[in-house]
């Protein structure tokens, strides 16, 4: 059932375009508190790259810790855009299309902070250049590809360029929109971004075909992007709980629950901020949390599978480590929240109609989901390390500091306020998409009642 | 010879259809006239010729060219300073394969929003007759015609049902 009214083109680009063409008050406060912390982070940065990582909790021997953990946090949310357009744009899903874009736009803003993460991360950013440039000419030494950290950007570099131009491509038609409907700087801008579009038919069968194209094309990259990002751990051998064939799939499956879950926050959000309650509705949260109920139970089952399978080798390090990581304080209480947050309460949860259809229930779920989803890889990385070694005198500990929990509010705010400041200037929902639905969208009298139907074309 | 560009505006998408019919009728060139909607419409919804495309050629030749990029990159930059490791080959494909996969996609992708846009025949900021209503749901039927025939192209709109017709 149709939980909204029918509009007509006017109303959708009035209603649509409110955040884009009008300044909502909120608005300049929420960038303005966001950017408070964006700033303060750049701050706390300047002071890490100055006094060195002695100002983190890393220490021997824990040396990857929060900001790893919060990269490859932010990789996951990544995997909200392509699981959303892509895949349900090639299974025609028709409850995708006020969906597309946020989630499009999530990942291209996250894939943009968890790149900042290996820079905060090395201490020392400059000589991050080494890793992915060719340098000193003078001798050919050049980048060492048979390390996994020149997979990761060769990975995550090609998923944010495609990502980026999926969300350029499918932003054309409302480019045209917003210069129809803008005057000054703002129309030449429009003008100049939408390269002219008109709207003729070829213009339209492409932007149909270029859909289902770059959907089929950035799949397989959603794919490769997080099991390469796992093969950071899953190639080093003689770490506890990192050497794992199962980890690509893990990751990946982890990485869509956690991003899907991101996308239910934002469009909860989007409904309340913007007041899009005729395009965001109960049907479009009910649809989700079915689909974030498969991918649950799918992401569960790798989890439990990843622990069975090491235990079964009984072999002594991995079964002191899996005591640790699971019966000893604190990453015992970690990991009863991160079960509870990821599954068990959330999963449930869903399995009511009510829920489903709460957005506020919704709104909380997901939040639960990706605090979860953090503790998740902040488990798999630190107790491993903590433990590395194989003298308990090498073993230590890691504790965040101010400064890396400073970064980590830092990349949630920088997240926002992107995503605040691109609302300003463009849609967040597609108007093309909320106006073809309304093409193809009728209502069909069967008997006594009256159903809605949506039409497709004969491929 | 110098064309104008002339457009109808039709509220109903029935009427531009008709305007189509017509326009087909008086012999005109296919390629001279086209529709304008702001929302995508059903193929030949409006009569008009299904427009076809070569856009599957791009990320293929995009493919190609990454491939044999990465190939000679990952190739090249290995022998340029060999590191010997554990007796095992200079070239170690495995981790070849991780980045020529990548720089392969990444290739396919531009290369197809390369096809995109020339495919969609974009950019073009020289569109002709334009009306800012057609994005408000207006269709519009734009003519390319050659001088002296633009009275008869304007009444063949008008007759179609046209509220309103401009020149460009």
């Not at chain 1, 209480?333 to 709460?358: D, E, H, N, Q």
């Amino acid at each position: 059932m149709r939980q909204g009214r029918q509009l007509d083109e006017i109303r959708v680009n009035k209603e649509l375009l409110n955040g884009a063409l009008e300044t909502p008050a909120w608005w300049k406060w929420a960038v303005l508190f966001f950017a408070t912390i964006v700033v303060t982070g750049f701050v706390v940065f300047g002071i890490q790259t100055n006094k060195g990582l002695g100002v983190t909790g890393l220490s021997r021997p824990v040396f990857w810790g929060a900001y790893i953990t919060t990269f490859v946090f932010w990789v996951g949310i990544s995997h909200a855009g392509i699981m959303i357009s892509a895949i349900l744009r090639l299974t025609q899903a028709e409850w995708r299309r006020p969906v597309t874009r946020a989630a499009e736009l999530l990942t291209v803003f996250s894939l943009l902070t968890a790149l900042s993460f290996p820079v905060i991360h090395a201490g020392r950013p400059w000589r991050i250049i080494y890793w992915i440039f060719p340098y000193d000419f003078a001798r050919g030494l050049w980048p060492n590809i048979r390390s996994p950290l020149i997979w990761d950007p060769a990975a995550i570099g090609t998923y944010l360029t495609g990502s980026t131009l999926f969300l350029y491509v499918a932003l054309l038609p409302d480019l045209g929109v917003l210069r129809d409907r803008t005057t000054g700087w703002r129309h030449a801008m429009y003008g100049a971004l939408s390269l002219g579009w008109r709207g003729n038919p070829r213009q339209w069968r492409l932007q149909t075909v270029a859909g289902v194209l770059l959907s089929a094309l950035m799949l397989p990259i959603f794919v490769s992007v997080h099991s390469i990002v796992s093969w950071d751990f899953a190639v080093t051998p003689g770490v506890e709980g990192w050497n794992s064939t199962i980890f690509a799939p893990y990751f990946v499956i982890g990485a869509v629950h956690s991003g899907v879950s991101a996308v239910v926050t934002m469009m909860a959000l989007m409904r309340w901020l913007w007041k899009w309650d005729n395009f965001i509705r109960p049907e479009h949260f009910d649809a989700l949390a079915r689909l974030l109920i498969v991918v649950a139970t799918a992401w569960f089952g790798f989890t439990v599978v990843e622990i069975l399978f090491s235990l079964y080798t009984l072999e002594g390090p991995e079964l002191a480590f899996r005591d640790m990581q699971i019966f000893q304080w604190p990453w015992s209480g970690m990991f009863v929240t991160f079960l509870l947050c990821a599954f068990f309460i959330p999963v449930t949860m869903w399995l009511f109609k009510s829920v489903r259809s709460s957005i506020v229930l919704m709104f909380w779920t997901s939040i639960l989901v990706n605090i979860g989803m953090w503790l998740e890889r902040f488990l798999i990385i630190v107790p491993s390390l903590a433990r590395k070694q194989p003298f308990v005198y090498t073993w230590g500990s890691y504790q965040p500091s101010i400064v890396e929990f400073t970064m980590m509010a830092w990349s949630f705010a920088f997240v926002a306020m992107n995503m605040l400041l691109f609302a300003r200037f463009f849609p967040l929902i597609p108007l093309f998409e909320s106006k073809e639905s309304m093409v193809f969208t009728t209502e069909m009298k069967i008997g006594r009642t009256t159903i809605p139907a949506v039409l497709r074309e004969q491929e | 010879m110098a064309k104008t560009s002339i457009l109808g505006l039709y509220e109903d998408p029935e009427d531009g259809a008709k305007a189509m019919d017509a326009l087909h009728a008086a012999n005109m060139d296919p390629n001279d006239f086209d529709v304008l909607t702001g929302t995508p419409y059903p193929e030949g919804a409006f009569g008009e010729h299904v427009p076809q495309h070569r856009l599957f050629r791009f990320p293929v030749f995009g493919a190609m060219v990454g491939f044999t990029l990465a190939i000679v990159f990952t190739a090249a930059t290995q022998l340029a300073w060999p590191i010997v490791t554990g007796g095992k080959p200079i070239l170690a494909v495995p981790a070849m394969l991780i980045i020529t996969y990548e720089l392969t996609m990444l290739s396919a992708v531009v290369m197809t929003v390369i096809g995109i846009l020339f495919e969609s025949r974009l950019p073009n900021f020289n569109p002709g007759a334009y009306d800012t209503r057609i994005t408000e749901g207006l269709i519009g039927v734009v003519v390319s015609v050659e001088e002296g025939r633009e009275s008869e192209i304007e009444a063949i709109l008008n007759n179609a049902g046209a509220m309103e017709t401009k020149r460009a």
